[in-house]
């Protein structure tokens, strides 16, 4: 690989991971619920499941997939489904600073708690799987061993991800001081709920090539 193609493909998966997707609210409403340093347990776990993503499907994984008949449409529903869920959740959680507090909230923000959320919703997206796929051969010298460039592929991705998802968590921790009224914070949640069901709808819409 080129460092020119290097650069190329940097400046694009800075812009695409800057777009804000499910990963990005998800990490940036754990950080506004249990703030920045707790909600990096959810960006761990959104970061492993892209890097087991992205490495299987340089594996060709995609390919044995699209051999399965029905197979990414059943991953395509169970994505959905979870994404609903998660608008459902967000949608009606407690408004209230004072609500909630105890045993039950103290599971919800503990580390291995936040790292699986982080990484379910992330591993239940499978566009992810047919965007690498697409996305990482443009990259590709055929020449050169491919191994060593899916290496750095996925590598650089993962970094410029983790950049992102600390700039949406750092904004979420900004935003927790304006949603401690009561009124502020129930408009946040419906918002947030709001823009997980519109990503499972979308998500419902799309077709694998």
């Not at 909600?39 to 499941?49: E, H, W």
């Not at 529903?77 to 004072?98: E, F, M, Q, T």
């Not at 502020?184 to 819409?205: E, P």
């Amino acid at each position: 690989m080129t460092l020119h193609a290097w650069w190329l493909y940097a400046f694009a998966v800075f812009l695409l991971s800057g777009t804000p997707g499910p990963n990005m609210l998800h990490v940036m409403t754990r950080s506004v619920e249990f703030g920045f340093r707790r909600s990096m347990a959810a960006m761990a776990g959104c970061m492993l499941a892209i890097t087991l993503v992205l490495a299987a499907s340089a594996a060709g994984l995609t390919a044995l997939l699209k051999a399965i008949p029905g197979a990414f449409e059943v991953l395509r529903y169970l994505g959905v489904g979870y994404l609903v869920y998660l608008g459902i959740k967000a949608w009606r959680s407690p408004a209230s600073p004072d609500h909630g507090k105890g045993e039950h909230v103290a599971r919800q923000s503990s580390p291995a708690a936040l790292f699986r959320g982080g990484f379910t919703i992330a591993i239940s997206n499978p566009k992810l799987l047919l965007f690498a796929a697409a996305f990482f051969p443009q990259f590709i010298d055929p020449a050169q061993p491919k191994v060593p460039q899916f290496a750095i592929l996925v590598g650089t991705f993962a970094v410029i991800e983790m950049l992102w998802y600390c700039t949406y968590a750092l904004a979420g921790g900004s935003l927790s001081t304006y949603l401690r009224r009561p009124a502020v914070k129930r408009m946040f949640n419906r918002v947030t709920g709001s823009i997980f069901v519109g990503f499972g709808a979308a998500l419902l819409s799309s077709r694998a090539a």
